[in-house]
Nanobody
Framework: QVQLVESGGGLVQPGGSLRVSCAAS????????MNWYRQAPGNQRELVAG???????NYADFVKGRFTISRDNAKNTVYMQMNSLKPEDTAVYYC??????????????WGQGTQVTVSS
């Protein structure tokens, strides 16, 4: 049974920092690309950052220079350090694990989400 469990969300003031974590079980973690998505009320879910099995990273333009994604394969955990938070970063943040095993067949798993609220 695959489980992705996010933690670390909460309430923070503008300009503050948070680190969210996602602990995975039931998958060969090191073989998966791990992504963080977010969804604000009334908005579509959007990709925030991703890290491949090889450690390559990508970021949405709206978080470049502020957020850093990392992974610890020994702990089956992906992290996202969020600095210089803005009110518009308020959203539910979701962890996603993705792996293409053969052409046109992708394994795709989601966590339950963790709320991040940026407000004074």
């Amino acid at each position: 049974q695959v489980q992705l469990v996010e933690s670390g969300g909460g309430l923070v003031q503008p300009g503050g920092s948070l680190r969210v974590s996602c602990a995975a079980s039931g998958i060969t973690f090191s073989r998966y690309t791990m992504n963080w998505y977010r969804q604000a009320p009334g908005n579509q879910r959007e990709l925030v950052a991703g890290i491949t099995s090889g450690g390559g990273t990508n970021y949405a333009d709206f978080v470049k220079g502020r957020f850093t994604i990392s992974r610890d394969n020994a702990k089956n955990t992906v992290y996202m350090q969020m600095n210089s938070l803005k009110p518009e970063d308020t959203a539910v943040y979701y962890c996603n694990a993705q792996r293409t095993i053969v052409a046109n067949t992708t394994l795709d798993y989601w966590g339950q989400g963790t709320q991040v609220t940026v407000s004074s």
